[in-house]
C-alpha cells in the first residue's frame, strides 16, 4: 500500500514537471514564406456596455495578438489586417476576430481553423458568444465581464496553432472565469509552445506601449500620450542598433521618423527602456494611425529587425489636410542614447541625454568557477590600445594576454589557461583580470577551482 | 500498478479533451438542457458541408445504454468540425469524435430535426478502461449517476 501511494506520487510529480504542458495540435502557419506574419481583420462589433467605443475593443483585441507578436519571441507576427464588418466564421479568405450578438451553449468564445493535407493552416476565425456572455474591453473587467484582451490572447494562441495547455496559469489553460486579466500575459508554458511550433525569434526584439494599454488612446483635438519602448538584446553580445520611431497615417503613408536614434547599445542579453510623451498637434487629420517603433541595422539598408506598434485614432472635428500631418508631432523622452538625426529624413528627429556606450565594457568569465580554461570576454567600442593581465590576491602580475595591443572595435573573447608567464599552473584560487583600455580600467574576479 | 497507470493516463486525455474556452457546467446542468443522452461506441462518422459554410460531421453510436429519452439501437447525432476532402475544419470549443470510441453523449435537438450536441465539448465522456476520464468515475457509478439527475428532473 506504501508503495501504491509512492507510485501515485511520483507519477503526479512527473506529470507536473514533464507531461502537463503546451499542445500541438499538428497544423499552423510554417509553410509560409518568411517573415512569417498573418494578417487578422478586427470587427469592433461587441454590443456590450463595458466594451467601451469600437477603438477600445480593436484596441484590446490588438493588445491580445500583442500578448504573442510581442513577447512570445518566436518567429511568428500577427500584422494588422485593419477594420471588417465581416460576421462569419466560414471559409472566405480572410482571418477575422468578431462578436456574434448569439450564443452557443457555454462557449465564452471558438476559434474556428480551416487546414490542409500537411498541417498547412489556411484560415482562422474567432467569434466571441456576445449573446451569452458579457465583455469588457475598456480597463478592467468587473466580476461578471470577461475581459476581451484577456480572451483574445488565448484564442490567438489558438490561431498559432496552440490546443489547450493543463498549466493553469498559461494563456492556453481551458477554462476562463469573469473578470480575469492574468492572461492578457503569456506564461512561459506559452511562450515555449509558440517556441517549438515556429522556432525562437531573432535575439533582437522592440516592443512599444502605451502608459496603460487597456484603453484606446482616441483624440479629438490636441493632446498626448506617454509610451515606453523596450528593446531588447538576447544575444550573448552587445549590438549596435539603430532604433526609430515613426507613424502610418489614416491614407497609409509613413510621417517621421518622429524619434532617431542612431547608435543605441544594447549590452548583452539587456533591456533598454526609454520613456517617451508623443504630442498629437490640433490639425492632425481624422483616422486611425500605427505608433510605430522600429529595431534596425545600423547600416544602409536599415532592415528592420522588428517592429512593434499600437493604434491611436483622431476623430470628431473637421478633416485637416494632410499636408498639415507633418506639422508638431513633438516626442519628448529618454532613455536609450542620444544620437545624431539622420540627414534628410524629416520629422523631427529627438535628442536626448542618455547613455552612449562607453570606451568598452568587461564581462564576467565564462565559466567561472573554471578548471583550468577560462574565457575573458570584453566589448571594445572604440578602437583602442588594450591590455588584459592576470593577478593574484597579493597583487602580484601572473600573466600578460594582451599587452598594450591595438585592437579595432567589436567583442574579444580571451582565453586563460590558468597558468602564469613561465607556463607553470597556478594554484587553486582567486584572480583578478584587468581590462586597461586607453587610460580607462576594469578589474573583475575569478576563481580557478581544482 | 494498472490502476496508477489508468490514473495518470486518464489525466493526460482529460487536458486533452477539455477543448474550450468554455464556462464549465454541471452534469446537472446538461442532463437538463438534452433530450437525449446514451452511451456506447462510435462506429461511423460521415462529414460534409452545409448550408451554413461550415464541415459538420455526423456521428453514429451503436447505444449499449440509453440514460435518457428515446433512443434506438443506434443514434446519430451531429457537431462542428470535420474532414472533407483535403480540407478540415476544427473548432477549438467542439469535441472531436473517433470511429471505435466508447462514449457517453449529451444531445439535443438540432432546429432542422436531427440530434446535436448539447453543449460542445461538454457534451462528450469518453470512457477508457472502465471509467468515463472527463469525470474519473467508473461506467456503472456514472450512469447511475445521471439516471438518477434525469429522474428527479
Ligand atoms: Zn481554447
Known sequence: MIRNITLIVVALALLTSYSFGYELLGYDWTYKPDPMGEDIEFNPNCSDYGCGSEEDQINALWQGANAWTDYAKAEFEFTYGGWTTRNSYTYDAHNIIFFSPGSSGNAIATTYWWYQSGGRMTEADIVFWDGAFSFSAYQSPSYSEFDVWNIAAHELGHVHGLGHSSVSASTMYAYSSQGETSKRTLHSDDVNGAQALYGEQDPFSVIIHTDDDSYARVFSGSGSFDFTVLAYNNDSYGHLFRATIDLVLPDGSTHGPLLNLNSVYIPANSTLTYNGSQNIPGNAPVGEYKYRARMRDTSYPYDDYDVSYFMFWVEGKAVAGLEEAGEGWALTGSGFESAEPLAGEGGQAHTSTAIIPGAFELRQNVPNPFNPNTNINFDLYEEANVSLQIYNLKGQLIKTLLDNRALDFGPYSIEWDATDSDGNSVSAGIYLYKLTVGNEIALKKMTLIK | ?153
Not at chain 2, 7 to 34: E, Q, R
Not at chain 2, 66 to 88: E, P, R, W
Open chain 2, 1 to 153: 500498478m494498472r490502476k496508477i497507470f489508468t490514473f495518470t493516463f486518464a489525466l493526460l486525455l482529460f487536458a486533452a479533451a477539455a477543448f474550450a474556452a468554455i464556462y464549465p457546467v454541471s452534469d446537472k446542468w446538461m442532463v437538463n438542457h438534452s433530450e437525449v443522452i446514451v452511451a456506447g461506441e462510435v462506429v461511423s462518422i460521415t462529414s460534409d458541408y452545409e448550408a451554413d459554410g461550415l464541415i459538420w460531421s455526423y456521428a453514429t453510436i451503436q447505444v449499449d445504454q440509453v440514460v435518457m429519452g428515446l433512443a434506438s439501437d443506434q443514434v446519430t447525432f451531429k457537431y462542428q468540425g470535420g474532414t472533407v476532402g483535403d480540407m478540415t475544419l476544427r473548432v477549438s470549443t467542439s469535441p472531436t469524435f473517433e470511429e471505435g470510441e466508447e462514449v457517453l453523449v449529451f444531445l439535443k435537438s438540432a432546429e432542422d430535426g436531427t440530434l446535436e450536441i448539447t453543449n460542445w465539448v461538454l457534451s462528450k465522456r469518453t470512457l477508457v478502461d472502465g471509467r468515463f476520464i472527463e469525470v474519473d468515475k467508473p461506467y456503472h457509478e456514472y450512469i447511475d449517476e445521471l439516471t438518477e439527475i434525469a429522474n428527479t428532473r
